[in-house]
């Protein structure tokens, strides 16, 4: 298991006439045995901080720390040293494709020195791990985006890494072998004590898996909690907006056509867990300021393993009787949040 501490990390591109800076002050902390997400939309630089955090990419400035030892202290030769404890995996898997998939996975022990006997008794064990022992002499082009992703995780393990960088590896796959990797990455977690970081675009992978998540944007990071605290609280627009975007598809066509028949109305979304009232708040509320509440959508997710509900409301258009149904449903132990009109929907 390894810490990674990143401080006041900037990284600036610079091409003939312009510069531009992909990072801006990134401060983070992802404790040892870990899963911890990075979340970002296209462009935002979270790719760009995973591969500063294997120095793949040099800072411009700053410092990336693994257990306590800067990187950029390192002569190349111990850089190359402490990389064989940090694995990556891709979203398109770069497999070799002229190699069958015992030879994938033995690639890296091979390039160690590693005989070629005991290279292929490790990859067989590895190849157990990740489900796909009745493949090894399979080709990358006979197997399926998610057995592609299988290969490239018992590959990226065949070094025996203490950290796995994980960059858009579920993005090319559908949502139920994405389950089915997230579920693998937990229990390689669990079992090996591997520090994982995720970097996705997506929330939803965020929710599965994380305890931790760092919202970044425009190069900067915008919100840094718990996963939980995230979906429960969030303080920054891009977090309002990722949340927004993992409801179901149906809710942006609803909240549209509630919000052109009553202009007024405030559109909030509540939380609620376990340990929420189990009494009908919504239809109680209603009874008790005789005004009708519009559901305009619900749900129930898992979040970092908890499981979470989550409504979106139209309340009554007026402010006064607004104000007093949310205090109404605090009371009652939901959490409330008005949908901003800063998230796009």
């Known amino acids: 298991m390894s810490e990674i501490e990143v401080q006041h990390l900037y990284k600036t591109f610079t091409a003939k006439d312009a510069s531009v800076d992909a990072l801006k002050d990134i401060n983070l902390k992802i404790g040892s045995g870990s899963i911890f997400g990075i979340i970002g939309m296209s462009g935002a630089g979270k790719s760009t901080l995973v591969r500063c955090l294997n120095f793949l990419e040099k800072p411009t400035s700053g410092e990336v720390l693994i257990d ?55 990859a067989r064990e590895l190849l157990k791990t990740v489900g796909l ?82 919202i970044v944007e425009e190069g900067q990071i915008v919100e840094h909690g718990s996963v939980t605290e995230v979906f429960s609280h969030p303080k920054s627009r891009a977090a309002r907006e990722f949340i927004w975007k993992d409801l179901p598809e149906l ?26 009232a189990f009494e009908p708040v919504i239809s109680n509320m209603s009874i008790q300021f005789g005004k009708p509440v519009n559901i305009l959508q619900a749900n129930t997710r898992n979040v970092g393993g908890i499981a979470k509900g989550d409504m979106l409301l139209g309340l009554p258009e007026h402010p006064e009787v607004q104000s007093l149904m949310i205090k109404y449903m605090r009371e009652k132990g939901l959490e409330v949040e008005e949908v901003k009109d800063d998230v796009d929907c």
């Open 68 to 122: 306590g030892k800067s990187l950029g202290s390192l002569s190349e030769q111990e850089l190359r040293t402490v990389r064989r404890d940090i694995a990556m995996i891709f979203q398109h898997f770069n497999l070799l494709m002229q190699k069958n998939v015992i030879d994938n996975v033995c690639f890296p022990l091979r390039l160690q020195g590693v005989k070629k006997k005991e290279a292929q008794s490790k």
């Open 133 to 214: 022992s009745e493949k090894e002499r399979a080709y990358p082009a006979q197997l399926s985006g998610g057995q592609k992703q299988r290969v490239a995780i018992a590959r990226a393990l065949a070094s025996n890494p203490k950290i796995l960088l994980c960059d858009e590896a579920t993005s090319a796959l559908d949502p139920q072998t994405t389950a089915s990797i997230l579920s693998l990455l937990q229990d390689i977690n669990k079992n090996l004590g591997i520090t994982i970081v995720i970097i996705t675009h997506q929330m939803s992978v965020i929710r599965e898996i994380c305890k931790e998540v760092a």
């Open 251 to 276: 809710h942006t066509e609803i909240t549209v056509r509630e919000r052109k028949l009553l202009p007024s109305e405030k559109v909030v979304r509540i939380v609620f867990s376990e340990n929420s």
